[in-house]
Each structure stands twice: as structure tokens, then as C-alpha cells.
């Protein structure tokens, strides 16, 4: 079959369109014909090398997929082979006490496609038939291939770790993002007044049509000084950051008191600097989040029926272009997802 991969980590250069052997279902695995893939910043950070991330040579990136069972290994039943699908992103052991909790995302074995394992740039991949998740209809194999990591990432942040309940202001970075873009109808959804910022007037009316109440662009303006005018210099309740030491002072400086932010991502660097006598004296949450439970995903995709939250999709590519596809996530010029189609 066709696929990217790359064999050493470094920039868009190192992606190579190939031929690689065909994956095989093994006992309890489907083989499912990809039809889109959607790209993640994760992709990113795969691709330039990650501390302690040990890969299998050539590696394929990818953890947003949709398409279409082709075949089915032993011991499945109940998969029929021509229905489309949408995969699970990440793989745990399914045994452990996080695990058997609904926590999954806290198991010792977690990992992501196209991260700890071969991901979806490419038109096969073999998973465990556990990672099938029921396809939203009414939705092309591109827009569907936008919704698993990003949403699921998104919720957990909104929903099971800041909590965010009616009335509270919330500041969603970057609307233009995948998370971004998730997390802003996922407060709305849930009550929240929605603050949020871009960098370009052309992504203000979109960010609007998202259901943010606020938008700051904020290469022309502090973004903090503006949380502080809006909320009559009280701050935000709830800050979703995602871009690290770029923002994260400021992000801090937006928060009212006893204010909570959820981090998930760190796209501007490892490492911020942190006044810890305004965290204690203010008596802020600082909160990590990765990923989210499995379970999650599906009140997620009975949103996504329902027409209450809506997949973003910027542009649609060949698999053959993905570093051209890589270039412009790099360059932030997207808003919403960059899909590959093989």
C-alpha cells in the first residue's frame, strides 16, 4: 500500500510517499481501508523527535481516521466488512484498574496512533476491534475525520477537568486550532461566556460563527489586558491553553481569582516560568489534561448527531502532499482541520 513515513526525525522534508506492506488483521483486529486522515500539532512533535519517544523505523503519523472495515480477523463478530467507522485515537490495555474505571487515558500502557504506535497516513491500518467507534451520519469521511482527538482532548478539558459550568467566563486560545476550535462550542455548550483569541482579522467572523462571544487578535493587542476589560478586570473563570510560554504568564494574569487553567499542550516550547506566590495568594488550579476517556467520545459524537457541535475542516489534501499539508500547520495559517485522502 501507499503511505508517508519518514525514517529520522527533522522537519517536513524528512516525509517520504512510499510503498509499504499491506497490514494484516491479527485475533481480535479489523483492517480498515483509510479514507481521511486528519493532521494534529502532536504530528508535528512526532515528526521533529519527542523526549523519551522510541520509534520503529519507518514510522507512519496519523490518529484521526475515517473509513471503512475491509476485513476481520479472528475472533470478531459483530464487525460487518463495507461499514464506515471512526477510530478510537489511542490504545490502552483495556485490563487495569484505570482502565476498568473509565479512565483509560490513565492506563501505564496508553498510546497514541501515530505517536507510541503506526498511525493513518497511509490507506490500510489494522487496530483492535475494541477501537471502532459508531460513525456520525450525515457527515463525509473528511468532516468525520475531524472530530476524534481534538474533540475528545477538548472535552476532557472543558468538561472533566475545569469543570466549566453556565454563567462562567471561559478563554479558549487559539479559535483556529483543532482543540481550539472544539473547546470554544464545547463551553458554549455547556453555558459559558467565551472569550478567545486569532492572529488575523480573517479568522475573527469564524471564530464568531463558532459561538465565541469575544474575539481578541492578539498579535495587535495584549490578551490579557483585553480578558481584563471585558470582565471588568475580575479575569476569566477557565483558561484553555494549549500554547505554553508564549501565553502562559498571560494566561495566569487572565484568571480570577481561584481560577483554573487546563494545560494540554505545550506547541511554543517545554518549559514557562511561574510567579508560584501568585498562584498560592490567588489561589489558582493549574491543571494538566491529555487525551480523554474512550466513553467521552461517544457523548461527543451524540452532540455531533445531534447538530450541537460541528466538526471544522480547512482544506483536504492528497496523502501524497503531506508536507505540504505539515508546512501549513506549521505556519498557523489554518483554521480548523488539514485532512489528508489517499
Same mark, same amino acid.
Request: hydrophobic letters at 45%; glycine letters at 12%.
Given at each position: 500500500?501507499?503511505?508517508?513515513?519518514?525514517?529520522?526525525?527533522?522537519?517536513?522534508?524528512?516525509?517520504? *510517499?512510499?510503498?509499504?506492506?499491506? /497490514?494484516?488483521?491479527?485475533?481480535?483486529?479489523?483492517?480498515?481501508?483509510?479514507?481521511?486522515?486528519?493532521?494534529?500539532?502532536?504530528?508535528?512533535?512526532? =515528526?521533529?523527535?519527542?523526549?523519551?519517544? +522510541?520509534?520503529?523505523?519507518?514510522?507512519?503519523?496519523?490518529?484521526? &481516521?475515517?473509513?471503512?472495515?475491509?476485513?476481520?480477523?479472528?475472533?470478531?463478530?459483530?464487525?460487518?466488512?463495507?461499514?464506515?467507522?471512526?477510530?478510537?485515537?489511542?490504545?490502552?490495555?483495556?485490563?487495569?484498574?484505570?482502565?476498568?474505571?473509565?479512565?483509560?487515558?490513565?492506563?501505564?500502557?496508553?498510546?497514541?496512533?501515530?505517536?507510541?504506535? +503506526?498511525?493513518? *497516513?497511509?490507506? =490500510?491500518?489494522?487496530?483492535?476491534?475494541?477501537?471502532?467507534?459508531?460513525?456520525?451520519?450525515?457527515? #463525509?469521511?473528511?468532516?468525520? %475525520?475531524?472530530?476524534?482527538?481534538?474533540?475528545?482532548?477538548?472535552?476532557?478539558?472543558?468538561?472533566?477537568? $475545569?469543570?466549566?459550568?453556565?454563567?462562567?467566563?471561559?478563554?479558549?486560545?487559539?479559535?483556529?486550532?483543532?482543540?481550539?476550535?472544539?473547546?470554544?462550542? &464545547? $463551553?458554549?455548550?455547556?453555558?459559558?461566556?467565551?472569550?478567545?483569541?486569532?492572529?488575523?482579522?480573517?479568522?475573527?467572523?469564524?471564530?464568531?460563527?463558532?459561538? $465565541?462571544?469575544?474575539? &481578541?487578535?492578539?498579535?495587535?493587542?495584549?490578551?490579557?489586558?483585553?480578558? =481584563?476589560?471585558?470582565?471588568?478586570?475580575?479575569?476569566? #473563570?477557565?483558561?484553555?491553553?494549549? &500554547?505554553?510560554?508564549?501565553?502562559? %504568564?498571560?494566561?495566569?494574569?487572565?484568571?480570577?481569582?481561584?481560577?483554573?487553567?487546563?494545560?494540554?499542550?505545550?506547541?511554543?516550547?517545554?518549559?514557562?516560568?511561574?510567579?508560584?506566590?501568585?498562584?498560592?495568594?490567588?489561589?489558582?488550579?493549574?491543571?494538566?489534561?491529555?487525551?480523554?476517556?474512550? %466513553?467521552?467520545?461517544?457523548?461527543?459524537?451524540?452532540?455531533?448527531?445531534?447538530? +450541537?457541535?460541528? /466538526?471544522?475542516?480547512?482544506?483536504?489534501?492528497?496523502?501524497?502532499?503531506?508536507?505540504?499539508?505539515?508546512?501549513?500547520?506549521?505556519?498557523?495559517?489554518?483554521?480548523?482541520?488539514?485532512?489528508?485522502? /489517499?
Amino acid at each position: 500500500m501507499k503511505a508517508v513515513v519518514f525514517h529520522q526525525h527533522g522537519g517536513p522534508e524528512v516525509l517520504q *510517499y512510499e510503498d509499504v506492506p499491506d /497490514p494484516r488483521p491479527g485475533c481480535g483486529e479489523v483492517l480498515v481501508r483509510i479514507k481521511a486522515v486528519a493532521l494534529n500539532r502532536l504530528d508535528l512533535w512526532v =515528526r521533529n523527535g519527542l523526549p523519551k519517544l +522510541r520509534l520503529a523505523w519507518p514510522h507512519i503519523l496519523g490518529s484521526d &481516521i475515517a473509513g471503512v472495515v475491509e476485513a476481520v480477523g479472528d475472533g470478531v463478530g459483530g464487525v460487518e466488512v463495507g461499514k464506515p467507522v471512526l477510530l478510537q485515537p489511542a490504545l490502552s490495555c483495556g485490563r487495569c484498574r484505570m482502565c476498568l474505571d473509565g479512565r483509560d487515558n490513565l492506563c501505564r500502557q496508553y498510546a497514541i496512533l501515530g505517536e507510541n504506535t +503506526r498511525g493513518g *497516513y497511509a490507506e =490500510r491500518i489494522a487496530v483492535p476491534a475494541t477501537s471502532l467507534l459508531p460513525y456520525p451520519e450525515g457527515l #463525509d469521511f473528511e468532516h468525520a %475525520a475531524c472530530l476524534p482527538l481534538t474533540f475528545l482532548t477538548a472535552w476532557q478539558m472543558v468538561v472533566r477537568r $475545569a469543570e466549566v459550568r453556565a454563567g462562567e467566563w471561559v478563554l479558549v486560545h487559539a479559535a483556529g486550532s483543532g482543540v481550539g476550535a472544539a473547546a470554544i462550542q &464545547i $463551553a458554549k455548550l455547556h453555558g459559558a461566556t467565551v472569550v478567545t483569541t486569532v492572529g488575523s482579522a480573517d479568522k475573527v467572523e469564524k471564530a464568531r460563527a463558532l459561538g $465565541a462571544d469575544h474575539v &481578541i487578535l492578539y498579535r495587535e493587542r495584549d490578551f490579557a489586558e483585553e480578558v =481584563r476589560t471585558l470582565t471588568g478586570k475580575r479575569g476569566v #473563570d477557565v483558561v484553555i491553553e494549549h &500554547i505554553g510560554p508564549a501565553t502562559f %504568564a498571560g494566561s495566569l494574569r487572565s484568571l480570577a481569582w481561584g481560577g483554573r487553567l487546563v494545560l494540554c499542550g505545550s506547541s511554543s516550547g517545554p518549559t514557562a516560568e511561574v510567579s508560584l506566590v501568585d498562584v498560592f495568594f490567588r489561589q489558582l488550579r493549574i491543571l494538566g489534561s491529555t487525551m480523554g476517556s474512550k %466513553a467521552d467520545l461517544f457523548a461527543v459524537l451524540d452532540h455531533v448527531r445531534a447538530g +450541537r457541535l460541528r /466538526p471544522v475542516l480547512d482544506a483536504v489534501l492528497p496523502l501524497s502532499r503531506a508536507r505540504e499539508a505539515h508546512e501549513r500547520l506549521e505556519a498557523r495559517g489554518q483554521f480548523g482541520k488539514i485532512v489528508l485522502v /489517499p
